[in-house]
């Protein structure tokens, strides 16, 4: 009976020994397609993702570069526009058609005040438009860089002539006191008006008033009236070869 039990329990023990064999086998079995399958599909998955950094990558060094070659040419844009806004500058005020301030002398000249007796000639006590004329290019040769005429902008086009008791500047008509503002170096400008036999020391010997004062700033407006070239035109540049 003993023996019966013992071959029955050696059968039940050899059929779970089995099952758990084959248990065994089809988890193993499992498991090993399991892994099989998830490493490629792992691989593949970071090889995407490495491929989509480095496009990003490349996509933002491309746009490094655009934003580099867009700055350097808005700094270069920026610098002919500062250049040419300078020259633009420079020869507005060359031409006088942009008002200045600086330092320099203001010149006053009026008529003699002195009652005109018989016989005198009374062009002697008159401010003329040669006098002002006169002492406009010696303000010039001092060095002026800017010069008005009771505010009137003189310009490489102005003109200083009589126009009966009065005179004509830029074609307006401008009577005494006659203001001349310069600006330049104000001690050039007044060394160079009150030199020894100059212009304003023979208006003082015919009796004109004409008295000069430095001062720190003047302000000369702009010409005011229109240019326009006609005729003039502006020759063309060819460059000579070396």
Same mark, same amino acid.
């Given at each position: ?5 013992? =071959? ?13 064999? &084959?248990?065994? @086998? ?11 399958? $998830? ?6 998955? $970071? ?6 950094? +480095? ?10 570069? !655009? ?16 250049? $040419? ?6 020869? *507005? ?6 008002? %200045? ?5 203001? &010149?006053? %000249? ?29 303000? =010039?040769? !001092?060095?002026?860089?800017? &010069? !008005? ?19 004509? %500047? *830029? ?19 007044? +060394?160079?008006? $009150? ?30 009236? +229109? %240019? =326009? ?11 000579? @070869?070396?």
């Amino acid at each position: 009976m003993l023996l019966l039990r013992s =071959k029955g329990a050696q059968i039940s023990i050899a059929i779970v020994c089995m099952v758990l064999g &084959i248990m065994l @086998a089809i988890q193993f079995k499992t498991t090993e397609s399991y892994q099989a399958n $998830l490493v490629p599909a792992r691989v593949e998955d $970071l090889t995407q993702q490495v491929q989509s950094v +480095s496009e990003e990558r490349d996509a933002l060094v491309e746009e490094v570069l !655009s934003l580099r070659e867009k700055l350097k040419n808005v700094r270069e844009t920026d610098q002919a526009m500062a250049d $040419l806004q300078a020259d633009l500058q420079d020869a *507005n005020m060359s031409a006088g058609l942009m008002a %200045v301030e600086g330092p320099g002398v203001i &010149i006053t %000249v009026n008529d003699n005040p002195r009652e005109i007796q018989p016989g005198d000639n009374p062009n002697f006590s008159l401010v003329h438009d040669s006098d002002l004329l006169m002492l406009v290019n010696e303000l =010039k040769t !001092s060095g002026a860089e800017a &010069i !008005s005429i009771n505010g009137e902008r003189i310009t490489a086009k102005s003109e200083i002539r009589c126009a009966g008791t009065l005179i004509l %500047v *830029n074609w307006n008509r401008i009577g005494p006191p006659f203001v001349i503002k310069a600006i330049g170096n104000p001690d050039m400008l007044e +060394s160079g008006m $009150l030199i020894k036999n100059g212009y304003m020391e023979s208006l003082k010997v015919l009796g004109i008033q004409a008295t000069i004062e430095k001062a720190e700033k003047i302000t000369i407006p702009a010409y005011s009236g +229109s %240019v =326009k070239f006609t005729f003039a035109q502006p020759v063309k540049y060819e460059e000579k @070869a070396e």
